[in-house]
């Protein structure tokens, strides 16, 4: 079992930069692949970033590619998520998940969640 908790958003202009972080609870972090999802109001939760439990394989989304890096420093049971040229259309509520090893994008996968950290984004 592990237990996420995600902080790192708030209130941003457009093109500015957040880091989101998620520290993992137990000691077996290293085992689990982790996810960042967010949800806008009236829309579904959708997929962000995912990295492998290593952090030899990291995937985007194409809405983010170029612009948001998923890490993770196992030793630190931590998860990042830095977000550069932020743009009104990010703004949701950001959420890491954790799988045990397999690297995945759909959120029905993930068997761990956080509470969530508000990301808003102003024009």
């Known amino acids: 079992q592990v237990k996420l908790v995600e902080s790192g958003g708030g209130l941003v202009q457009a093109g500015g930069s957040l880091r989101l972080s998620c520290v993992a609870s137990?000691?077996?972090?290293?085992?689990?692949?982790m996810g960042w999802f967010r949800q806008a109001p009236g829309k579904e939760r959708e997929f962000v970033a995912a990295?492998?439990?290593?952090?030899?394989?990291?995937y985007y989304a194409d809405s983010v590619k170029g612009r948001f890096t998923i890490s993770r420093d196992n030793a630190k049971n931590m998860a990042y998520l830095q977000m550069n040229s932020l743009k009104p259309e990010d703004t949701a509520v950001y959420y890491c998940?954790?799988?045990?090893?397999?690297?995945?994008?759909?959120?029905?996968?993930?068997?761990?969640w956080g509470q969530g950290t508000q990301v808003t984004v102003s024009s």
């Open positions: 998940a954790a799988e045990r090893w397999s690297i995945v994008v759909r959120a029905d996968e993930y068997d761990h």
């Open positions: 137990g000691r077996t972090f290293s085992s689990y692949a």
């Open positions: 990295i492998s439990w290593s952090g030899g394989t990291t």
